[in-house]
C-alpha cells in the first residue's frame, strides 16, 4: 500500500531525445509527489515536484504528468543533454499540510544520456 | 545556497560498536530526517525529529537506534551495537516549517560495517 513502483530501472537516450520515467502508486491519501535527481557521491536534490490538484508541471526541460484516476506519474525530460545523466528517484508521501512529512521513494532509474 | 553537511563522508565500524553520525541542517529549517539507502535499493525513511521530539519513525527505526539535537546547529543519528545489515548510506534531510516545504538532502556518510 506505501510503495512506489518505478520503470524503467535504466535508460539509455540519445543527447537531444526525451527521457520518460514513469511511477505508480496505490494509497490514495498521497498528495505530495517530487521528483529528486542524484549524482554519484551526491544526496538527492529535489528536482520538481506536484500535487494532485494539477494535471502537469512544468520547469524548464523538466515536466512532470499527472495521471489521478490511474495512480501514475511521470518525469519527461525534453531535450536530454550528458549533464543530466544521473540517478532519478521518484517519491510520495502523505503531508496534510503538516511541516513533517515521510517521503516513500521508488527504487530509482539510471538515465545515461550518450552524445 | 546553504546545504545539509553531514560528517564523516564514510565510517568503518566494528560489528557490534557503536556509530554516531553526524549532520548539520539548513540553519532556519524545523523538521529533521534520517534516510537510509542499502546500496543497490532504495532510499528509506527511518525517522523524522521536530521540537527535540520524534514525529515519526519507521519499522526499520528499532531500539538499537536513537536521534538527538545536542546543541542548536547539530542533529545526530546513533546506532548501538551495529550489524552487519547496518551497512548502508545514510542520509540526513531537513525542511523549513510552514507547511509541505521540500526536504533537502546532505550527501550521505557511507557506514561500512566489518
Known amino acids: 500500500q506505501q510503495q512506489v513502483k518505478q520503470s524503467p530501472q535504466s535508460l539509455i537516450v540519445q543527447k537531444g531525445g526525451i527521457s520518460i520515467i514513469n511511477c505508480a502508486y496505490e494509497n490514495t491519501a498521497f498528495d505530495y509527489f517530487p521528483w529528486y535527481q542524484q549524482f554519484p557521491g551526491k544526496g538527492p536534490a529535489l528536482l520538481i515536484a506536484?500535487?494532485?490538484?494539477?494535471s502537469e508541471k512544468k520547469e524548464g526541460r523538466f515536466t512532470i504528468s499527472f495521471n489521478k484516476s490511474a495512480k501514475q506519474f511521470s518525469l519527461h525530460i525534453m531535450d536530454s543533454q550528458p549533464g543530466d545523466s544521473a540517478t532519478y528517484f521518484c517519491?510520495?508521501?502523505?503531508?496534510?499540510?503538516?511541516?513533517?512529512?515521510?517521503?516513500?521513494f521508488g527504487k530509482g532509474t539510471k538515465l545515461s544520456v550518450i552524445p | 545556497e546553504p546545504e545539509v553537511t553531514q560528517t564523516p563522508s564514510h565510517q568503518v565500524t566494528q560489528m557490534g560498536q557503536e556509530v554516531i553520525l553526524r549532520c548539520v541542517p539548513i540553519s532556519n529549517h524545523l523538521y529533521f530526517y534520517w534516510y537510509r539507502q542499502i546500496l543497490g535499493q532504495k532510499v528509506e525513511f527511518l525517522v523524522s525529529?521536530?521540537?527535540?521530539?520524534?514525529?515519526?519513525k519507521s519499522e526499520i527505526f528499532d531500539d538499537q537506534f536513537s536521534v538527538e539535537r545536542p546543541d542548536g546547529s547539530n542533529f545526530t543519528l546513533k546506532i548501538r551495537s551495529t550489524k552487519l545489515e547496518d551497512s548502508a548510506m545514510y542520509f540526513c534531510?531537513?525542511?523549513?516549517?510552514?507547511?509541505?516545504?521540500?526536504?533537502?538532502f546532505g550527501d550521505g556518510t557511507r557506514l561500512s560495517i566489518l
Open positions: 517519491a510520495a508521501s502523505i503531508t496534510r499540510g503538516a511541516g513533517s512529512y515521510q517521503l516513500t
Open positions: 525529529f521536530y521540537n527535540n521530539e520524534i514525529s515519526e
Open positions: 534531510a531537513s525542511n523549513e516549517g510552514g507547511g509541505n516545504q521540500p526536504q533537502h
Open positions: 506536484i500535487r494532485p490538484d494539477v
